[in-house]
């Protein structure tokens, strides 16, 4: 826990009175007259009061800033430490309602990691200077304020949402990032100021890592995962945006790519598949070592067999994007063009063709209705024996009772954002997902 | 007199008349480029490398290819005063881990040894020592199975670790593993998993000739019984609340390879608490500690229930509302005061009710009055039919007009435009 320490804190921003502790009872509060310009702390704290009703599980975040009173800042800023900066002549001018919507608005920055997110694309991208900052607080404005307005919460004056640069909802902040660029048409929006909580630039007024109330990153950690808690616990409340934080909060979604090159090569390199220790033959050490039996290590190629789901409900360019990486990943475990078979299957299952001259060659037939069973067996028939079977599907299929006898890396194609047809006609159905055996790598 | 190499002044003392040879005046070079110093630097990162070996756990460091992993081993063994010895896992055989069979003059009479490597040997004739397995995820499943029987019960064939060798391993994470196995479940539960990452300005500051030097965590004798008490209240007590979370095998292909809470792995974060709050650890190391030991999701769970015990208890607040001290971050501090009023609830009496009024007076006073709002409702819904409104209401006025002003923007709020959404 941070304790105050005064001497230490730059002259600029003033300490809350309201929101210290009570250690030492400091006699300057009640004489500090009332005057235009002070802050007005009971109408700042009602607004965060209104935002917790509004947003209950937002509550514990809410609280856990600490107000620091700021005549540098524009409005209200956060910065990296959980601090909030606000300008009294703001609070002044701004209906407790619409305060209450800058409240959720700046916890957000935090919740959602703006700043480590904006250092990691800036240093990604290698982007310097305030300009980037401030698209970077600008995108980042676009990825809150999409969803978390209404019912209850009143949009601010002149928050930026993504329709009024000509950008879809629902993206997120990286996605925006590459979508605009200043200009014009972004001109009334330089005055935008969140603070470094929401774009990582330092500014002048912040009190720093080393300044008094900041929050240690293990206590910022603990806060959104309560938040994340709440939010995963009780669902029924929170808009769809909240509930995919909370969902990814603490498991970011890993990149596709590599886990499923990580899960077909450890299936294909697996005990039993294609390399042990063997004590047939003896070791090439045995020669050294008079006396001693040693295992060897053999290896035998490995045998890939790529089903993929050809049924309607799957788009060709996602098939063709995993195709390729499964064709290259199983390449690069020791399969040689030959050892890849290929079998396209919806309702029926083809024939498994050799992947000799690259996936362009493969022709993906279908377009009814899917049961891979058949899909299964009939790879499982392919002589000689596929030591993996790869399975590319949506999901939506039927899924073979008992486990093959080799192992199986399925790769499920993503569904969410309401794409899927089931939830039209009931949003309670989910299609059963694939069995426990397989492992199982969402792609895309 | 000029020397044959105008531009390069050799530091070492040579005789002049001898021409310094090529390879004297690259060794000077060499010498130069070497010369460099450290500077005192926190690194939460070496810190909980250090508890975990001084707590004898296995760690397992995961990080990219060169980014300082043996460096920082080098360091801790120096620190430890512990001779290194180094084995990279990945090129070596499984009987090298579990010993070789050597048949000698009557197998079926005599039976076969497993010899153990030279490496092992020289390791218990040390007495002591910190073995550092490098490239433990580049190694195929059956050097892994036979590592195991090492990493568990410190046992190489016949031989038998002696308890002051220290075990840590190093491993490529999946992504850039070129042709990597991963840890099955089982190996990966036995390790206090630390990833291990590099800061640009660590890097940089070295190459310009300072390195960071980490002023390593040492152990308060004073505070082992303490820290042992707080360890085991931490972790049964969350144990105790959320039962689901003693043992969960990783299931998403996202957590394959880390680290999952297990009997096992809940007995090593207990001896790891109790380490870090002898040594007056920050939370920052405990996280990563913790973190690496049961996984992030009941990591978490176990910090935050550890925030939760930091609180004061309802008890005392109660005892001496005058005097209680109320923690100072917000969220802290209305659980604390939820829980005043759960105390008052749960066992009901005058007394108390207003020894909880006195006590939201004063938090009233020293912060924030719209944490306020909810802990005084409760507290008013609980009042019995002969029990007079104490004085000390009056100090959660401000708190009360809070409460109406939120209420009457939250009316605004509703009645105006409907949802732009």
């Keep these: 826990m941070n304790s105050p320490s005064p001497g230490g804190r730059p002259a600029a921003p003033r300490e809350v009175p309201g929101n210290t502790t009570g250690t030492s009872d400091a ?11 002070t802050l007005d702390t009971d109408k700042l704290f009602a607004a965060r009061l209104q935002a917790a009703r509004a947003r209950p599980y937002l509550a514990t975040a809410l609280f856990a ?38 409240w959720v608005h700046e916890v957000s920055h935090l919740l959602r990691d703006h700043h480590g997110r904006s250092d990691r694309y800036a240093h990604l991208h290698e982007l310097s200077g305030p300009a980037e900052r401030l698209r970077m607080n600008i995108a980042a404005d676009c990825e809150i304020n999409d969803d978390i307005f209404g019912d209850g919460l009143v949009k601010p004056e002149g928050a930026v949402v993504p329709g009024s640069l000509g950008l879809r909802d629902g993206e997120l902040m990286e996605d925006y990032l590459r979508q605009f660029r200043l200009g014009p048409h972004t001109a009334h929006l330089a005055w935008l100021e969140c603070g470094s909580g929401a774009d990582g630039l330092p500014r002048p007024w912040d009190l720093g890592p080393d300044g008094a109330y900041g929050l240690s990153r293990q206590e910022r950690d603990a806060v959104r995962f309560r938040v994340a808690q709440g939010i995963v616990g009780r669902p029924g409340s929170a808009p769809a945006g909240w509930r995919r934080w909370a969902e990814e909060a603490f498991h970011p979604p890993q990149p596709w790519r590599q886990l499923l ?12 598949t294609g390399e042990d220790y063997v004590y047939g033959r003896p070791a090439r050490r045995s020669a050294a070592v008079p006396g001693a039996v040693l295992p060897s290590l053999r290896r035998r190629p490995t045998r890939v067999v790529v089903v993929i789901d050809t049924s309607g409900s799957v788009s060709d360019a996602e098939l063709g ?13 020791g399969g040689r063009g030959d050892l890849v078979g290929v079998l396209p299957c919806d309702a029926a299952a083809g024939r498994v063709r050799p992947l000799c001259g690259g996936a362009e060659g493969v022709e993906l037939l279908g377009g009814g209705g899917t049961d891979l069973r058949t899909g299964f067996t009939r790879a499982l028939e392919t002589r000689p024996r596929p030591d993996v079977v790869v399975v590319l599907t949506d999901g939506q299929t039927p899924w073979p009772s008992r486990r093959p006898s080799c192992r199986t890396v399925v790769g499920l194609f993503g569904r969410h954002h309401g794409r899927s047809s089931y939830d039209e006609s009931d949003p309670e159905y989910r299609p059963g997902g694939p069995p426990a055996w397989a492992r199982v790598v969402t792609i895309g | 007199m000029p020397t044959s190499t105008p531009l390069f002044e050799t530091p070492q003392p040579c005789p002049s008349d001898v021409p310094a040879s090529r390879l004297d005046v690259s060794g000077a070079l060499l010498g130069l480029l070497r010369d460099t110093t450290t500077a005192p630097r926190p690194d939460p990162q070496l810190e909980a490398l250090t508890l975990a070996v001084a707590a004898d756990l296995p760690v397992l460091l995961w990080g990219e290819p060169g980014i300082g992993k043996t460096a920082a081993l080098t360091q801790l063994a120096d620190t430890l005063d512990l001779p290194l010895t180094t084995v990279i896992a990945s090129v ?9 069979p050597v048949i000698g003059d009557d197998p079926a009479g005599n039976g076969i040894p497993m010899a153990p490597p030279d490496w092992a040997v020289r390791l218990v004739r040390a007495g002591r020592g910190l073995l550092f397995l490098d490239e433990l995820s580049t190694a195929p499943p059956a050097v892994q199975a036979a590592l195991l029987r090492l990493v568990l019960e410190r046992r190489v064939g016949s031989l038998r670790l002696p308890p002051d060798v220290r075990i840590v391993a190093a491993a490529n994470p999946r992504s850039s593993a070129a042709d990597g196995w991963e840890l099955s479940p089982p190996l990966a539960n036995r390790f206090v998993h630390l990833q291990w990452v590099h800061d640009v300005d660590v890097v940089v500051r070295g190459l310009g000739g300072v390195w960071p030097r980490a002023t390593l965590p040492t152990l308060d004798p004073g505070r082992l019984t303490e820290a042992v008490a707080f360890a085991r209240r931490a972790v049964c007590g969350l144990l105790g609340a959320r039962p689901a979370l003693v043992h969960r095998l990783p299931s998403g292909e996202t957590q394959r390879g880390g680290a999952w809470p297990s009997p096992r792995s809940w007995d090593m974060t207990l001896s790891l608490i109790a380490f870090a709050t002898a040594a007056g650890a920050s939370r920052d190391v405990l996280s990563m500690l913790v973190r690496g030991t049961v996984g992030d999701g009941p990591g978490l769970e176990l910090l935050a229930y550890v925030d939760r015990m930091d609180l004061p208890d309802p008890e005392d607040l109660l005892a001496d509302p005058g005097g209680a001290r109320l923690p100072e971050r917000g969220d802290l501090r209305q659980a604390a005061l939820d829980g005043v009023v759960a105390a008052v609830r749960a066992r009901p009496a005058k007394d108390r009710w207003d020894a909880a009024w006195a006590l939201l007076a004063r938090a009233a006073e020293t912060g924030a009055p719209d944490l306020l709002v909810v802990p005084a409702t409760t507290l008013a819904s609980l009042r019995r039919d002969d029990w007079d409104v104490p004085e000390s209401i009056e100090g959660i006025a401000g708190a009360v007009s809070v409460s109406r002003r939120a209420d009457r923007a939250n009316v605004r709020a509703l009645s105006s435009a409907p949802a732009d959404r």
């Design chain 1, 321 to 333: 994007s995993a195709l390729l990486e499964v064709a290259a990943i199983s390449r690069a475990v």
């Design chain 1, 65 to 102: 800033l600490h107000v620091v009173e700021s005549r540098g800042v524009p409005t209200m800023a956060v910065d990296a430490h959980w601090r909030c900066y606000v300008s009294p002549a703001f609070v002044d001018r701004t209906p407790v309602e619409e305060l209450a919507g800058v």
């Design chain 1, 261 to 272: 090159g990580a899960a077909v090569r450890a299936a294909a390199s697996a005990p039993g």
């Design chain 2, 92 to 100: 070596h055989e499984p009987s090298d881990f579990s010993g070789l």
């Design chain 1, 27 to 37: 006699p300057n509060t009640p004489d500090v007259p009332d005057t235009p310009g």
